[in-house]
């Protein structure tokens, strides 16, 4: 394997999606706009602890713009025929992937880093640990970055189709994550169900950076996530070769 060709192949696919897709609507409302007015509806006339929830905020922020520019980027080029001149082009499928999530994990790292520095402007926000913060911010991005790529790899040219499905799996991801409620007070069925969530370790992992009132140990989130991404950017490989194989 040419692992220069890979490398500048990776680099080029991330660079023209990040110039395309950034701006695409779908991305603005659903990455931007979305986490912000769902915080603002939730806090708004409320007595509320907003250092307690920060870090669930900080982690939504993370989750909805990391997973919003890839579901649109598959169908979009599929529907535009650009993804077959793509694929006849010097780049194998891996690079594809790997751009799309690499595009993605920095749009959702850049927007969320900006929201904490100007948060922190107005909040007195605390940093228990630099390099879990740090870390989080990583882990996170490429994390749900993956995600939306693993979401836009269903047969379909239509974005809107991609955008529906993307909503399905993220909404209710939102609400069972600890966002709201915080980990610490959840208990038996419901604290097992919200385990299930990947979402749940990106929350609690900036808790153990902000306030350092995490349920899990932080070994146990990085681990979490770092599986998790595994098998995304693995199930996103096998869907998109298989569409390949097809014909689709």
Known sequence: MDWHLLTKSILVTTEKNMRIYYFKGPVVVFGLLFPLIMFLTFFIGRDLDL??????????????TASSVGPLITPWEKREKTYERLLSLPVILESIVIGDILAGAIFGAGISIIVFAACSLVLPLSVTSLPLLVLAFILGSVTFAALGTLLA????????????????????LMFISGIFIPLSQL?????IFTSISP?????????????????????????VLIGVTLVFVWSAKVIQRRNLVKGI
Request: proline fraction near 9%; glycine fraction near 4%; charge should be negative.
């Open 51 to 64: 250092i307690l929830f920060f870090p669930g905020f900080l982690a939504m922020m993370l989750f909805f």
């Open 153 to 172: 790899s269903p047969t379909t040219d239509n974005p809107s189709n991609i955008m529906m499905l993307s909503s399905l799996v993220r909404l209710p």
């Open 187 to 191: 208990t038996g069925w419901f604290f």
């Open 199 to 223: 979402l749940t370790y990106l929350v609690d992992l900036f808790h153990a950076a902000l306030n350092g009132d995490a349920v899990y140990p932080p070994w146990v989130d990085i681990l």
